[in-house]
């Protein structure tokens, strides 16, 4: 039997604060949609399955192919990129609803800043001298360079944040995503020059110590960062700061 | 006197508005960076293969020189010699600098930066970071923005859409009405200069390789305000990406610098796997055609000759408008370093594994040559004078562009990894321009009279509120995917006349219809679809521009393909024979028995083709559509030719 339809239940929110409520959308079949193009179909017909016309569902997305990380969202339960979830391989109904972890801003949008502001408190970048020409970068070997490559593919998508039991709506935990970017940028040559400050960024209160080890980020990874490996090594790390700084200081 | 403070708004987070922001605030200029979304998921994120630099680490002989005149001759000579030049010889600065600010690029044993092919060249040019470069150098330009943010010199205003300059009496661009995607407020911005980095106009057509974004909004607003738009025509078809409802995935170009191969089965009948059909059975048509360049013949021309095979020959995969990119001869662990991204996406959207599988691809529209008219000054000397208030500057003073935004770097057709190298030129390039520019102001932006302003955010706030009354019978996102259909349909790989007469049709109708749009969301918080139907009437007048600078112009050129006037080249021809007419030429009239048959014929109408087409196209907006004129191309460097790449 061929399919025909596409039935879609999504969780919708008017404002922050507002109450949430249920559309169920059916959307004729078409091959390789994904969830986008989905909610694209709803936008060109606003019609709810028992026939009541309502605004189009609000979401965010930008490249629809996994790099911007803009179209997080909970599918079937699981935090994802609505982009590459395909129709074909989900369960009908599908059921869309705001990641939980972010506040809502509207239906499936939510504002997830928590994020870059954390990257600021690590000092996320390196302290280049400035942007005229002085001559070549640090040489390195191609193995750290993959090192660094596999972490350097966050996107801040959120995905680690909204699976992590550690991480809450009104909590300052920073999370995995956050103590990744950390050993990234610990991992450069001259990033290496400025790595205590960041340490000692994810040794405040909601830093590392505040892992409970649920392992649970790595799972949800859409790009497959070695996240765990990330903890272990900045545990290990603020460790030792921890013990410089009593002998230190 | 005391020095007054200058501001500068920058519109857009990709490449150029990042880079530009971070050159500006060195010079302790403040910046308002306005972006739709987090600066960190902009379009430049798509951006694959890699970034051009002629820094020859493989003792090839490269050098930015051949840069320079292998993307003059990828754009069929329609870019600004001096610019490109200028470009080309600042790209190996900007790879370094890209390299210490952390871009994780792919390197040599010995550690320093690797260098693999691309399109329209024989030289190892492109640097790279697996195939997520754009990503990759977004994430480092993000990342220095963030710290002069951190320092107080950058104001994000991330979900804010730019919706038009404010223009004094005088026609002086004074700053900018922005919107503000959650609250849905208007508000206007006093400043010193804007620069618009807003990326292209790739959701003109219902499907293409761009993001969401890229509707080419804030580029028709500045068209509407009076800023000239030039070469619209030009508007790249990427010859590989995986065809999609919602979006054409790019499958970068980098899959043939690493050895990919395209091919159809001989036999169009033949319905084997593959990996089944021997190799005396399949037509590999790029590397038949064009020996000397194979897979990696410039896009327009690939492109091209994907279209002829399916379309013409009738050779597609099952029947099927695709072709066949093949990676399975190459080592697993080596697709996996140097490719991983794209094999990914490939992965994910498709469920097979391009290293046992040929991918199946087709052509997708992916860039636009043309954009903003924008200025700049030459050294005298071939090159750019780079402190010149000049650069970058549209025709409309203090309102500037950058990236892809604008149109002068890339002629009829971009060479692949050269787009990541001109948006982040030129947003470097703006820099000191722009802040000479605020410093030679006769008034800085707090002394403008604020009734300026209030009228510029009333105007926006009337116009947003006649959007929301709108209650018509049209869906706007529906009839937006209609636009984009006609223009799929007529303005692509191949052009006739008599289809774009009907797509100019096709768009008054559009137009027309436009008035019935209803407003299907009326609220003010978070709500995109008033800021979207705004979208969808500057998409409507863009689309114009490319249409008719299409239908005007009367020649094959680049991306720029009518059939009607293919000056049809010889088999054997040799461009240099070329040069040698013109040479002769001076010694008195050109004798036919000196070049093999047909030949001189072919050079002569080339000859009288260039005088008549070699210029720049111009729109200018008046009674409700463009008006077209033409302006000459600085060839100051390079004689142009016919381009070869057999």
Same mark, same amino acid.
């Given at each position: 039997?061929?399919?025909?339809?596409?039935?879609?239940?999504?969780?919708?929110?008017?404002?922050?604060?507002?109450?949430?409520?249920?559309?169920?959308?059916?959307?004729?079949?078409?091959?390789?949609?994904?969830?986008?193009?989905?909610?694209?179909?709803?936008?060109?017909?606003?019609?709810?399955?028992?026939?009541?016309?309502?605004?189009?569902?609000?979401?965010?997305?930008?490249?629809?192919?996994?790099?911007?990380?803009?179209?997080?969202?909970?599918?079937?339960?699981?935090?994802?990129?609505?982009?590459?979830?395909?129709?074909?391989?989900?369960?009908?109904?599908?059921?869309?609803?705001?990641?939980?972890?972010?506040?809502?801003?509207?239906?499936?949008?939510?504002?997830?800043?928590?994020?870059?502001?954390?990257?600021?408190?690590?000092?996320?970048? *390196?302290?280049?001298?400035?942007?005229?020409? *002085?001559?070549?970068?640090?040489?390195?070997?191609?193995?750290?360079?993959?090192?660094?490559?596999?972490?350097?593919?966050?996107?801040?998508?959120?995905?680690?944040?909204?699976?992590?039991?550690?991480?809450?709506?009104?909590?300052?935990?920073?999370?995995?995503?956050?103590?990744?970017?950390?050993?990234?940028?610990?991992?450069?040559?001259?990033?290496?020059?400025?790595?205590?400050?960041?340490?000692?960024?994810?040794?405040?209160?909601?830093?590392?110590?505040?892992?409970?080890?649920?392992?649970?980020?790595?799972?949800?990874?859409?790009?497959?960062?070695?996240?765990?490996?990330?903890?272990?090594?900045?545990?290990?790390?603020?460790?030792?700061?921890?013990?410089?700084?009593?002998?230190?200081? | 006197?005391?020095?007054?403070?200058?501001?500068?708004?920058?519109?857009?987070?990709?490449?150029?508005?990042?880079?530009?922001?971070?050159?500006?605030?060195?010079?302790?200029?403040?910046?308002?960076?306005?972006?739709?979304?987090?600066?960190?998921?902009?379009?430049?994120?798509?951006?694959?293969?890699?970034?051009?630099?002629?820094?020859?680490?493989?003792?090839?002989?490269?050098?930015?020189?051949?840069?320079?005149?292998?993307?003059?001759?990828?754009?069929?000579?329609?870019?600004?010699?001096?610019?490109?030049?200028?470009?080309?010889?600042?790209?190996?600065?900007?790879?370094?600098?890209?390299?210490?600010?952390?871009?994780?690029?792919?390197?040599?044993?010995?550690?320093?930066?690797?260098?693999?092919?691309?399109?329209?060249?024989?030289? &190892?040019?492109?640097?790279?970071?697996?195939? =997520?470069?754009?990503?990759?150098?977004?994430?480092?330009?993000?990342?220095?923005?963030?710290?002069?943010?951190?320092?107080?010199?950058?104001?994000?205003?991330?979900?804010?859409?730019?919706?038009?300059?404010?223009?004094?009496?005088?026609?002086?661009?004074?700053?900018?009405?922005?919107?503000?995607?959650?609250?849905?407020?208007?508000?206007?911005?006093?400043?010193?200069?804007?620069?618009?980095?807003?990326?292209?106009?790739?959701?003109?057509?219902?499907?293409?390789?761009?993001?969401?974004?890229? =509707?080419?909004?804030?580029?028709? &607003?500045?068209?509407?305000?009076?800023?000239?738009?030039?070469?619209?025509?030009?508007?790249?078809?990427?010859?590989?990406?995986?065809?999609?409802?919602?979006?054409?995935?790019?499958?970068?170009?980098?899959?043939?610098?690493?050895?990919?191969?395209?091919?159809?089965?001989?036999?169009?009948?033949?319905?084997?796997?593959?990996?089944?059909?021997?190799?005396?059975?399949?037509?590999?048509?790029?590397?038949?055609?064009?020996?000397?360049?194979?897979?990696?013949?410039?896009?327009?021309?690939?492109?091209?000759?994907?279209?002829?095979?399916?379309?013409?020959?009738?050779?597609?995969?099952?029947?099927?408008?695709?072709?066949?990119?093949?990676?399975?001869?190459?080592?697993?662990?080596?697709?996996?370093?140097?490719?991983?991204?794209?094999?990914?996406?490939?992965?994910? %959207?498709?469920?097979?594994?391009?290293?046992?599988?040929?991918?199946?691809?087709?052509?997708?529209?992916?860039?636009?040559?043309?954009?903003?008219?924008?200025?700049?000054?030459?050294?005298?000397?071939?090159?750019?004078?780079?402190?010149?208030?000049?650069?970058?500057?549209?025709?409309?003073?203090?309102?500037?562009?950058?990236?892809?935004?604008?149109?002068?770097?890339?002629?009829?057709?971009?060479?692949?990894?050269?787009?990541?190298?001109?948006?982040?030129?030129?947003?470097?390039?703006?820099?000191?321009?722009?802040?000479?520019?605020?410093?030679?102001?006769?008034?800085?932006?707090?002394?403008?009279?604020?009734?300026?302003?209030?009228?510029?955010?009333?105007?926006?706030?009337?116009?947003?509120?006649?959007?929301?009354?709108?209650?018509?019978?049209?869906?706007?996102?529906?009839?937006?995917?209609?636009?984009?259909?006609?223009?799929?349909?007529?303005?692509?790989?191949?052009?006739?006349?008599?289809?774009? /007469?009907?797509?100019?049709?096709?768009?008054?109708?559009?137009?027309?219809?436009?008035?019935?749009?209803?407003?299907?969301?009326? &609220?003010?918080?978070?709500?995109?679809?008033?800021?979207?139907?705004?979208?969808?009437?500057?998409?409507?007048?863009?689309?114009?521009?490319?249409?008719?600078?299409?239908?005007?112009?009367?020649?094959?050129?680049?991306?720029?393909?009518?059939?009607?006037?293919?000056?049809?080249?010889?088999?054997? %021809?040799?461009?240099?024979?070329?040069?040698?007419?013109?040479?002769?030429?001076?010694?008195?009239?050109?004798?036919?028995?000196?070049?093999?048959?047909?030949?001189?014929?072919?050079?002569?109408?080339?000859?009288?083709?260039?005088?008549?087409?070699?210029?720049?196209?111009?729109?200018?907006?008046?009674?409700?559509?463009?008006?077209?004129?033409?302006?000459?191309?600085? /060839? &100051?460097?390079?004689?142009?030719?016919?381009?070869?790449?057999?």
């Amino acid at each position: 039997m061929t399919r025909e339809t596409i039935a879609l239940k999504i969780k919708r929110q008017d404002a922050p604060g507002a109450k949430p409520y249920w559309n169920v959308f059916k959307l004729p079949y078409l091959p390789h949609a994904n969830v986008i193009s989905c909610l694209q179909e709803i936008q060109r017909n606003p019609v709810t399955a028992d026939g009541k016309t309502v605004t189009p569902v609000t979401w965010d997305c930008n490249c629809l192919e996994e790099v911007c990380g803009s179209c997080t969202m909970l599918i079937n339960g699981r935090v994802r990129q609505a982009c590459t979830a395909l129709v074909d391989i989900l369960e009908d109904p599908i059921v869309l609803k705001p990641m939980s972890k972010f506040p809502v801003v509207r239906d499936l949008q939510v504002d997830r800043s928590r994020m870059f502001e954390n990257l600021k408190k690590i000092k996320g970048w *390196i302290e280049i001298d400035g942007s005229y020409d *002085i001559g070549e970068g640090p040489v390195f070997p191609e193995k750290i360079r993959e090192k660094a490559y596999a972490l350097s593919q966050c996107m801040t998508c959120g995905c680690c944040l909204e699976a992590c039991p550690q991480f809450t709506l009104t909590n300052d935990f920073m999370g995995a995503a956050t103590f990744s970017q950390v050993r990234y940028f610990n991992l450069h040559p001259t990033g290496a020059m400025n790595k205590e400050e960041r340490l000692e960024a994810v040794m405040k209160s909601g830093g590392i110590a505040d892992c409970g080890n649920a392992q649970v980020c790595v799972e949800v990874c859409p790009k497959k960062i070695p996240l765990t490996e990330s903890i272990a090594e900045i545990g290990r790390e603020t460790t030792l700061q921890l013990l410089k700084n009593l002998v230190l200081k | 006197m005391p020095k007054r403070e200058k501001k500068i708004i920058v519109i857009g987070g990709g490449l150029a508005g990042l880079s530009a922001t971070m050159k500006i605030c060195e010079f302790k200029v403040k910046v308002t960076l306005v972006s739709f979304q987090p600066v960190k998921r902009s379009h430049s994120v798509c951006a694959q293969g890699g970034i051009n630099a002629a820094i020859d680490t493989k003792g090839e002989g490269d050098s930015p020189e051949i840069h320079f005149y292998d993307t003059v001759k990828g754009g069929d000579f329609l870019a600004h010699q001096p610019l490109v030049r200028d470009m080309c010889h600042q790209g190996p600065a900007i790879i370094r600098l890209m390299d210490r600010m952390g871009v994780a690029f792919n390197r040599t044993p010995e550690g320093h930066l690797d260098f693999r092919r691309f399109g329209g060249t024989l030289y &190892s040019r492109t640097a790279f970071a697996g195939a =997520t470069t754009g990503q990759q150098l977004v994430y480092a330009l993000d990342e220095q923005v963030r710290r002069h943010e951190r320092d107080g010199l950058v104001q994000k205003l991330e979900w804010h859409e730019y919706l038009g300059a404010v223009v004094d009496g005088a026609g002086v661009c004074r700053g900018a009405v922005v919107h503000d995607l959650r609250a849905g407020n208007i508000f206007a911005i006093a400043a010193d200069a804007v620069v618009l980095a807003t990326g292209g106009p790739g959701q003109l057509y219902a499907r293409s390789t761009n993001s969401t974004v890229c =509707t080419g909004s804030a580029a028709a &607003s500045a068209y509407h305000q009076g800023a000239k738009y030039a070469n619209g025509e030009f508007f790249q078809i990427h010859p590989t990406a995986i065809p999609g409802q919602d979006k054409l995935r790019l499958m970068s170009e980098s899959a043939r610098g690493e050895g990919g191969r395209i091919w159809v089965p001989r036999d169009p009948g033949d319905n084997r796997d593959p990996l089944k059909i021997p190799e005396e059975d399949r037509y590999y048509f790029l590397e038949e055609n064009h020996p000397l360049f194979g897979n990696l013949v410039p896009r327009d021309v690939a492109s091209r000759e994907i279209y002829d095979v399916v379309y013409n020959r009738k050779l597609g995969v099952g029947g099927q408008p695709m072709v066949y990119l093949d990676l399975t001869h190459q080592p697993p662990e080596l697709l996996e370093r140097r490719l991983g991204g794209i094999i990914d996406i490939y992965r994910k %959207f498709t469920g097979q594994d391009p290293s046992r599988v040929p991918m199946k691809i087709f052509p997708a529209v992916h860039y636009s040559m043309g954009g903003l008219w924008v200025d700049y000054e030459g050294d005298g000397h071939g090159m750019i004078d780079h402190k010149s208030p000049r650069n970058q500057m549209t025709s409309i003073p203090g309102l500037y562009a950058a990236g892809e935004v604008d149109y002068q770097y890339h002629g009829a057709n971009r060479l692949g990894a050269n787009s990541l190298l001109s948006c982040i030129y030129t947003g470097l390039l703006i820099g000191p321009g722009v802040v000479r520019y605020c410093d030679n102001l006769d008034k800085g932006h707090d002394a403008v009279p604020s009734s300026l302003f209030d009228q510029a955010k009333k105007n926006w706030d009337n116009r947003f509120a006649e959007i929301k009354r709108m209650n018509g019978r049209e869906n706007p996102y529906a009839l937006h995917r209609e636009l984009g259909d006609l223009l799929l349909t007529n303005v692509l790989i191949v052009r006739e006349n008599k289809k774009l /007469l009907e797509t100019l049709d096709g768009i008054d109708g559009i137009e027309a219809r436009f008035k019935d749009i209803k407003c299907l969301d009326t &609220s003010d918080w978070s709500n995109p679809t008033p800021s979207f139907i705004n979208q969808l009437y500057n998409m409507v007048h863009l689309s114009r521009i490319i249409a008719k600078g299409a239908l005007l112009r009367d020649e094959c050129r680049g991306a720029h393909y009518k059939p009607e006037f293919d000056l049809n080249q010889p088999d054997r %021809f040799d461009p240099h024979e070329f040069i040698d007419y013109l040479e002769k030429k001076h010694y008195g009239p050109p004798r036919e028995e000196d070049y093999p048959p047909g030949h001189l014929a072919y050079m002569q109408r080339f000859e009288a083709n260039e005088e008549e087409w070699l210029k720049t196209t111009i729109a200018q907006y008046k009674n409700n559509g463009p008006e077209i004129s033409y302006e000459a191309v600085d /060839l &100051s460097l390079v004689t142009p030719r016919p381009r070869k790449y057999d």
